[in-house]
Antibody, heavy 120, light 107 residues
C-alpha cells in the first residue's frame, strides 16, 4: 500500500525556520518525482515545490523561492522541506504528494498533511 | 503562469442530482488536467486525470471532459459521500496550478 507520512509541523514565530519531513513506503521512492503542496486554512491548494527522482532538479513557487529548500534522501525514502524566513502567510497544511506516474505531474498518493502555523 | 478558474464556487444539490463543475484555463493545456475531491480535514483524492481518464477505484458516476481551455467534471447521480470540495489542476507546465475549488453542498 502506498504511504506518505508528513511530520515536523508546529507553531513558529515569523522569521524563524522549520523543517518538514515526508516518509514514503509501499513504492520505489527513488523512481518518482515528489512535490509539496500547501493549503492555508479555509483556502485552496497551492503547489510549493518539486524535486526530481534523483534530486538533481528542483523547482519552487515564486512565493517561496529563496526561502524554502526541497531535498530528498533516497537511501532513507524521505523527502524534506527546509523553510526559512517564515511569514504568517506561510501558515498552512503542508502535503507531500507523489506524481501518479513517472512522467506526469498529477498527484497520487498524498500524505495526510502537517500543519504549520506562523505567528506574528 | 496558467490561471485556473473554477465555477461555481459553491453548488447546492440533492442526492440523485446530476452536477457539473467547470474549470477554465487561461491558456491551452491540451488534456493535462486532473480533478480531485477533498473532504474536511483530509488530503485531496485523485478522481480524474488527463481530462477524462477515471482513476482506478473511482465510481463510474464521475466523468471528466474537455480539452484546450475548457473542462468539466460531472457527477451523474450525486450520492451522500460526494458532498465535498472539488479542485481542478493543470499539469501542462510549471508552476502547477489549481482552480479555486467548488464546494458541493446538500440542498
Amino acid at each position: 500500500q502506498l504511504h506518505l507520512v508528513e511530520s515536523g509541523g508546529g507553531v513558529v514565530q515569523s522569521g524563524k525556520s522549520l523543517r518538514l519531513s515526508c516518509a514514503a513506503s509501499g513504492f520505489t521512492f527513488s523512481d518518482y518525482t515528489i512535490h509539496w503542496v500547501r493549503q492555508a486554512p479555509g483556502k485552496g491548494l497551492e503547489w510549493v515545490a518539486v524535486i526530481s527522482f534523483d534530486g538533481n532538479n528542483k523547482l519552487y513557487a515564486d512565493s517561496v523561492k529563496g526561502r524554502f529548500t526541497i531535498s530528498r534522501d533516497n537511501s532513507k525514502n524521505t523527502l524534506s522541506l527546509q523553510m526559512n524566513s517564515l511569514r504568517p502567510e506561510d501558515t498552512a497544511a503542508y502535503y507531500c504528494a507523489r506524481t501518479a506516474t513517472l512522467h506526469q505531474n498529477y498527484f497520487d498518493p498524498w500524505g495526510h498533511g502537517t500543519l504549520v502555523t506562523v505567528s506574528s | 503562469d496558467i490561471q485556473m478558474t473554477q465555477s461555481p464556487s459553491t453548488l447546492s444539490a440533492s442526492v440523485g442530482d446530476r452536477v457539473t463543475i467547470t474549470c477554465r484555463a487561461s491558456q491551452s493545456i491540451s488534456s493535462w488536467l486532473a480533478w480531485y475531491q477533498q473532504k474536511p480535514g483530509k488530503a485531496p483524492k485523485l478522481l480524474i486525470y488527463k481530462a477524462s481518464s477515471l482513476e482506478s477505484g473511482v465510481p463510474s458516476r464521475f466523468s471528466g471532459s474537455g480539452s484546450g481551455t475548457e473542462f468539466t467534471l460531472s457527477i451523474s447521480s450525486l450520492q451522500p459521500d460526494d458532498f465535498a470540495t472539488y479542485y481542478c489542476q493543470q499539469y501542462n507546465s510549471y508552476p502547477l496550478t489549481f482552480g479555486g475549488g467548488t464546494k458541493v453542498e446538500i440542498k
